[in-house]
């Protein structure tokens, strides 16, 4: 079955720096891969989606990247704000059956320190 | 606000209450879904209802019992829990055939005694 790993650790950096995520996944490649934001006791929020054919994406200071070679997709945020702290979750949309199902990551919680 | 709501957001039962959790979305959207969240492990998909049909059911305990009246509407009825059952319970919705983002409630916060 599908497995995704997102790095466990928390990532703490400082303000103004570039933080970086990475989602892993095994097996077959999604047709779709989202990124998502959750903050604690809250529901994760959308923040972008990428196809399988699209090698980059950007919004604003959102960056992400999908290699399907190395099975691996990277979330960039430029210019860290304390404001971005938060949890951030990979998810794959395997396409297959239309249902819109999404197989989640555990997540990667980020810190930006002033 | 995501255009999703869930009701209630906090709630505590003992194992042998019934009691639902309710879900409504004002997004136009064809397809519903519930997700459980425990500490320290991925979102994990309970059951998906595509133009109120449920479509999946992820090997989920019958003391959980989903409804979807309408399209619009999503509820799950919860009866003899067990404490482990404790977690965030997130409701979601998204419009199928669009391949779009999934548009997530606020959750319940569930705790079983």
């Known amino acids: 079955s599908q497995k995704i790993e997102q790095n466990s650790e928390a990532l703490n950096i400082q303000e103004g720096k570039t933080a970086t995520l990475t989602c892993n996944y095994t097996n077959y490649s999604p047709a779709y891969l989202q990124w998502y934001r959750q903050d604690p006791g809250r529901g994760p929020v959308f923040l972008l989606l990428i196809r399988e054919n699209e090698k980059e994406k950007r919004k604003e200071r959102l960056k992400v990247t999908f290699d399907t070679t190395l099975k691996q997709s990277l979330f960039h945020i430029t210019a860290s704000q304390p404001a971005d702290s938060a949890t951030y979750l990979c998810?794959?949309?395997?396409?297959?059956?239309?249902?819109?199902?999404?197989?989640f990551g555990q997540g990667t919680t980020l810190q930006v320190k002033p | 606000e995501t255009g999703v709501t869930q009701t209630p957001r906090h709630l505590v039962m003992g194992m042998t209450n019934k009691k639902s959790l309710k879900c409504e979305q004002h997004l136009g959207h064809n397809a519903m879904y519930w997700y459980k969240q425990s500490a320290k492990k991925p979102l994990e998909l309970m059951f998906v209802?595509?133009?109120?049909?449920?479509?999946e059911n992820n090997s989920v305990p019958s003391r959980f019992s989903p409804e979807c009246p309408n399209s619009s509407h999503l509820f799950l009825h919860l009866h003899t829990l067990q404490p482990e059952d404790s977690a965030l319970y997130l409701c979601?919705?998204?419009?199928?055939?669009?391949?779009?983002?999934?548009?997530f409630g606020q959750g319940t916060r569930l705790t079983v005694v």
């Open positions: 998810a794959l949309d395997m396409g297959f059956s239309n249902t819109g199902k999404l197989i």
């Open positions: 979601a919705s998204s419009q199928v055939a669009a391949n779009t983002e999934a548009f």
């Open positions: 209802y595509n133009f109120k049909e449920q479509t």
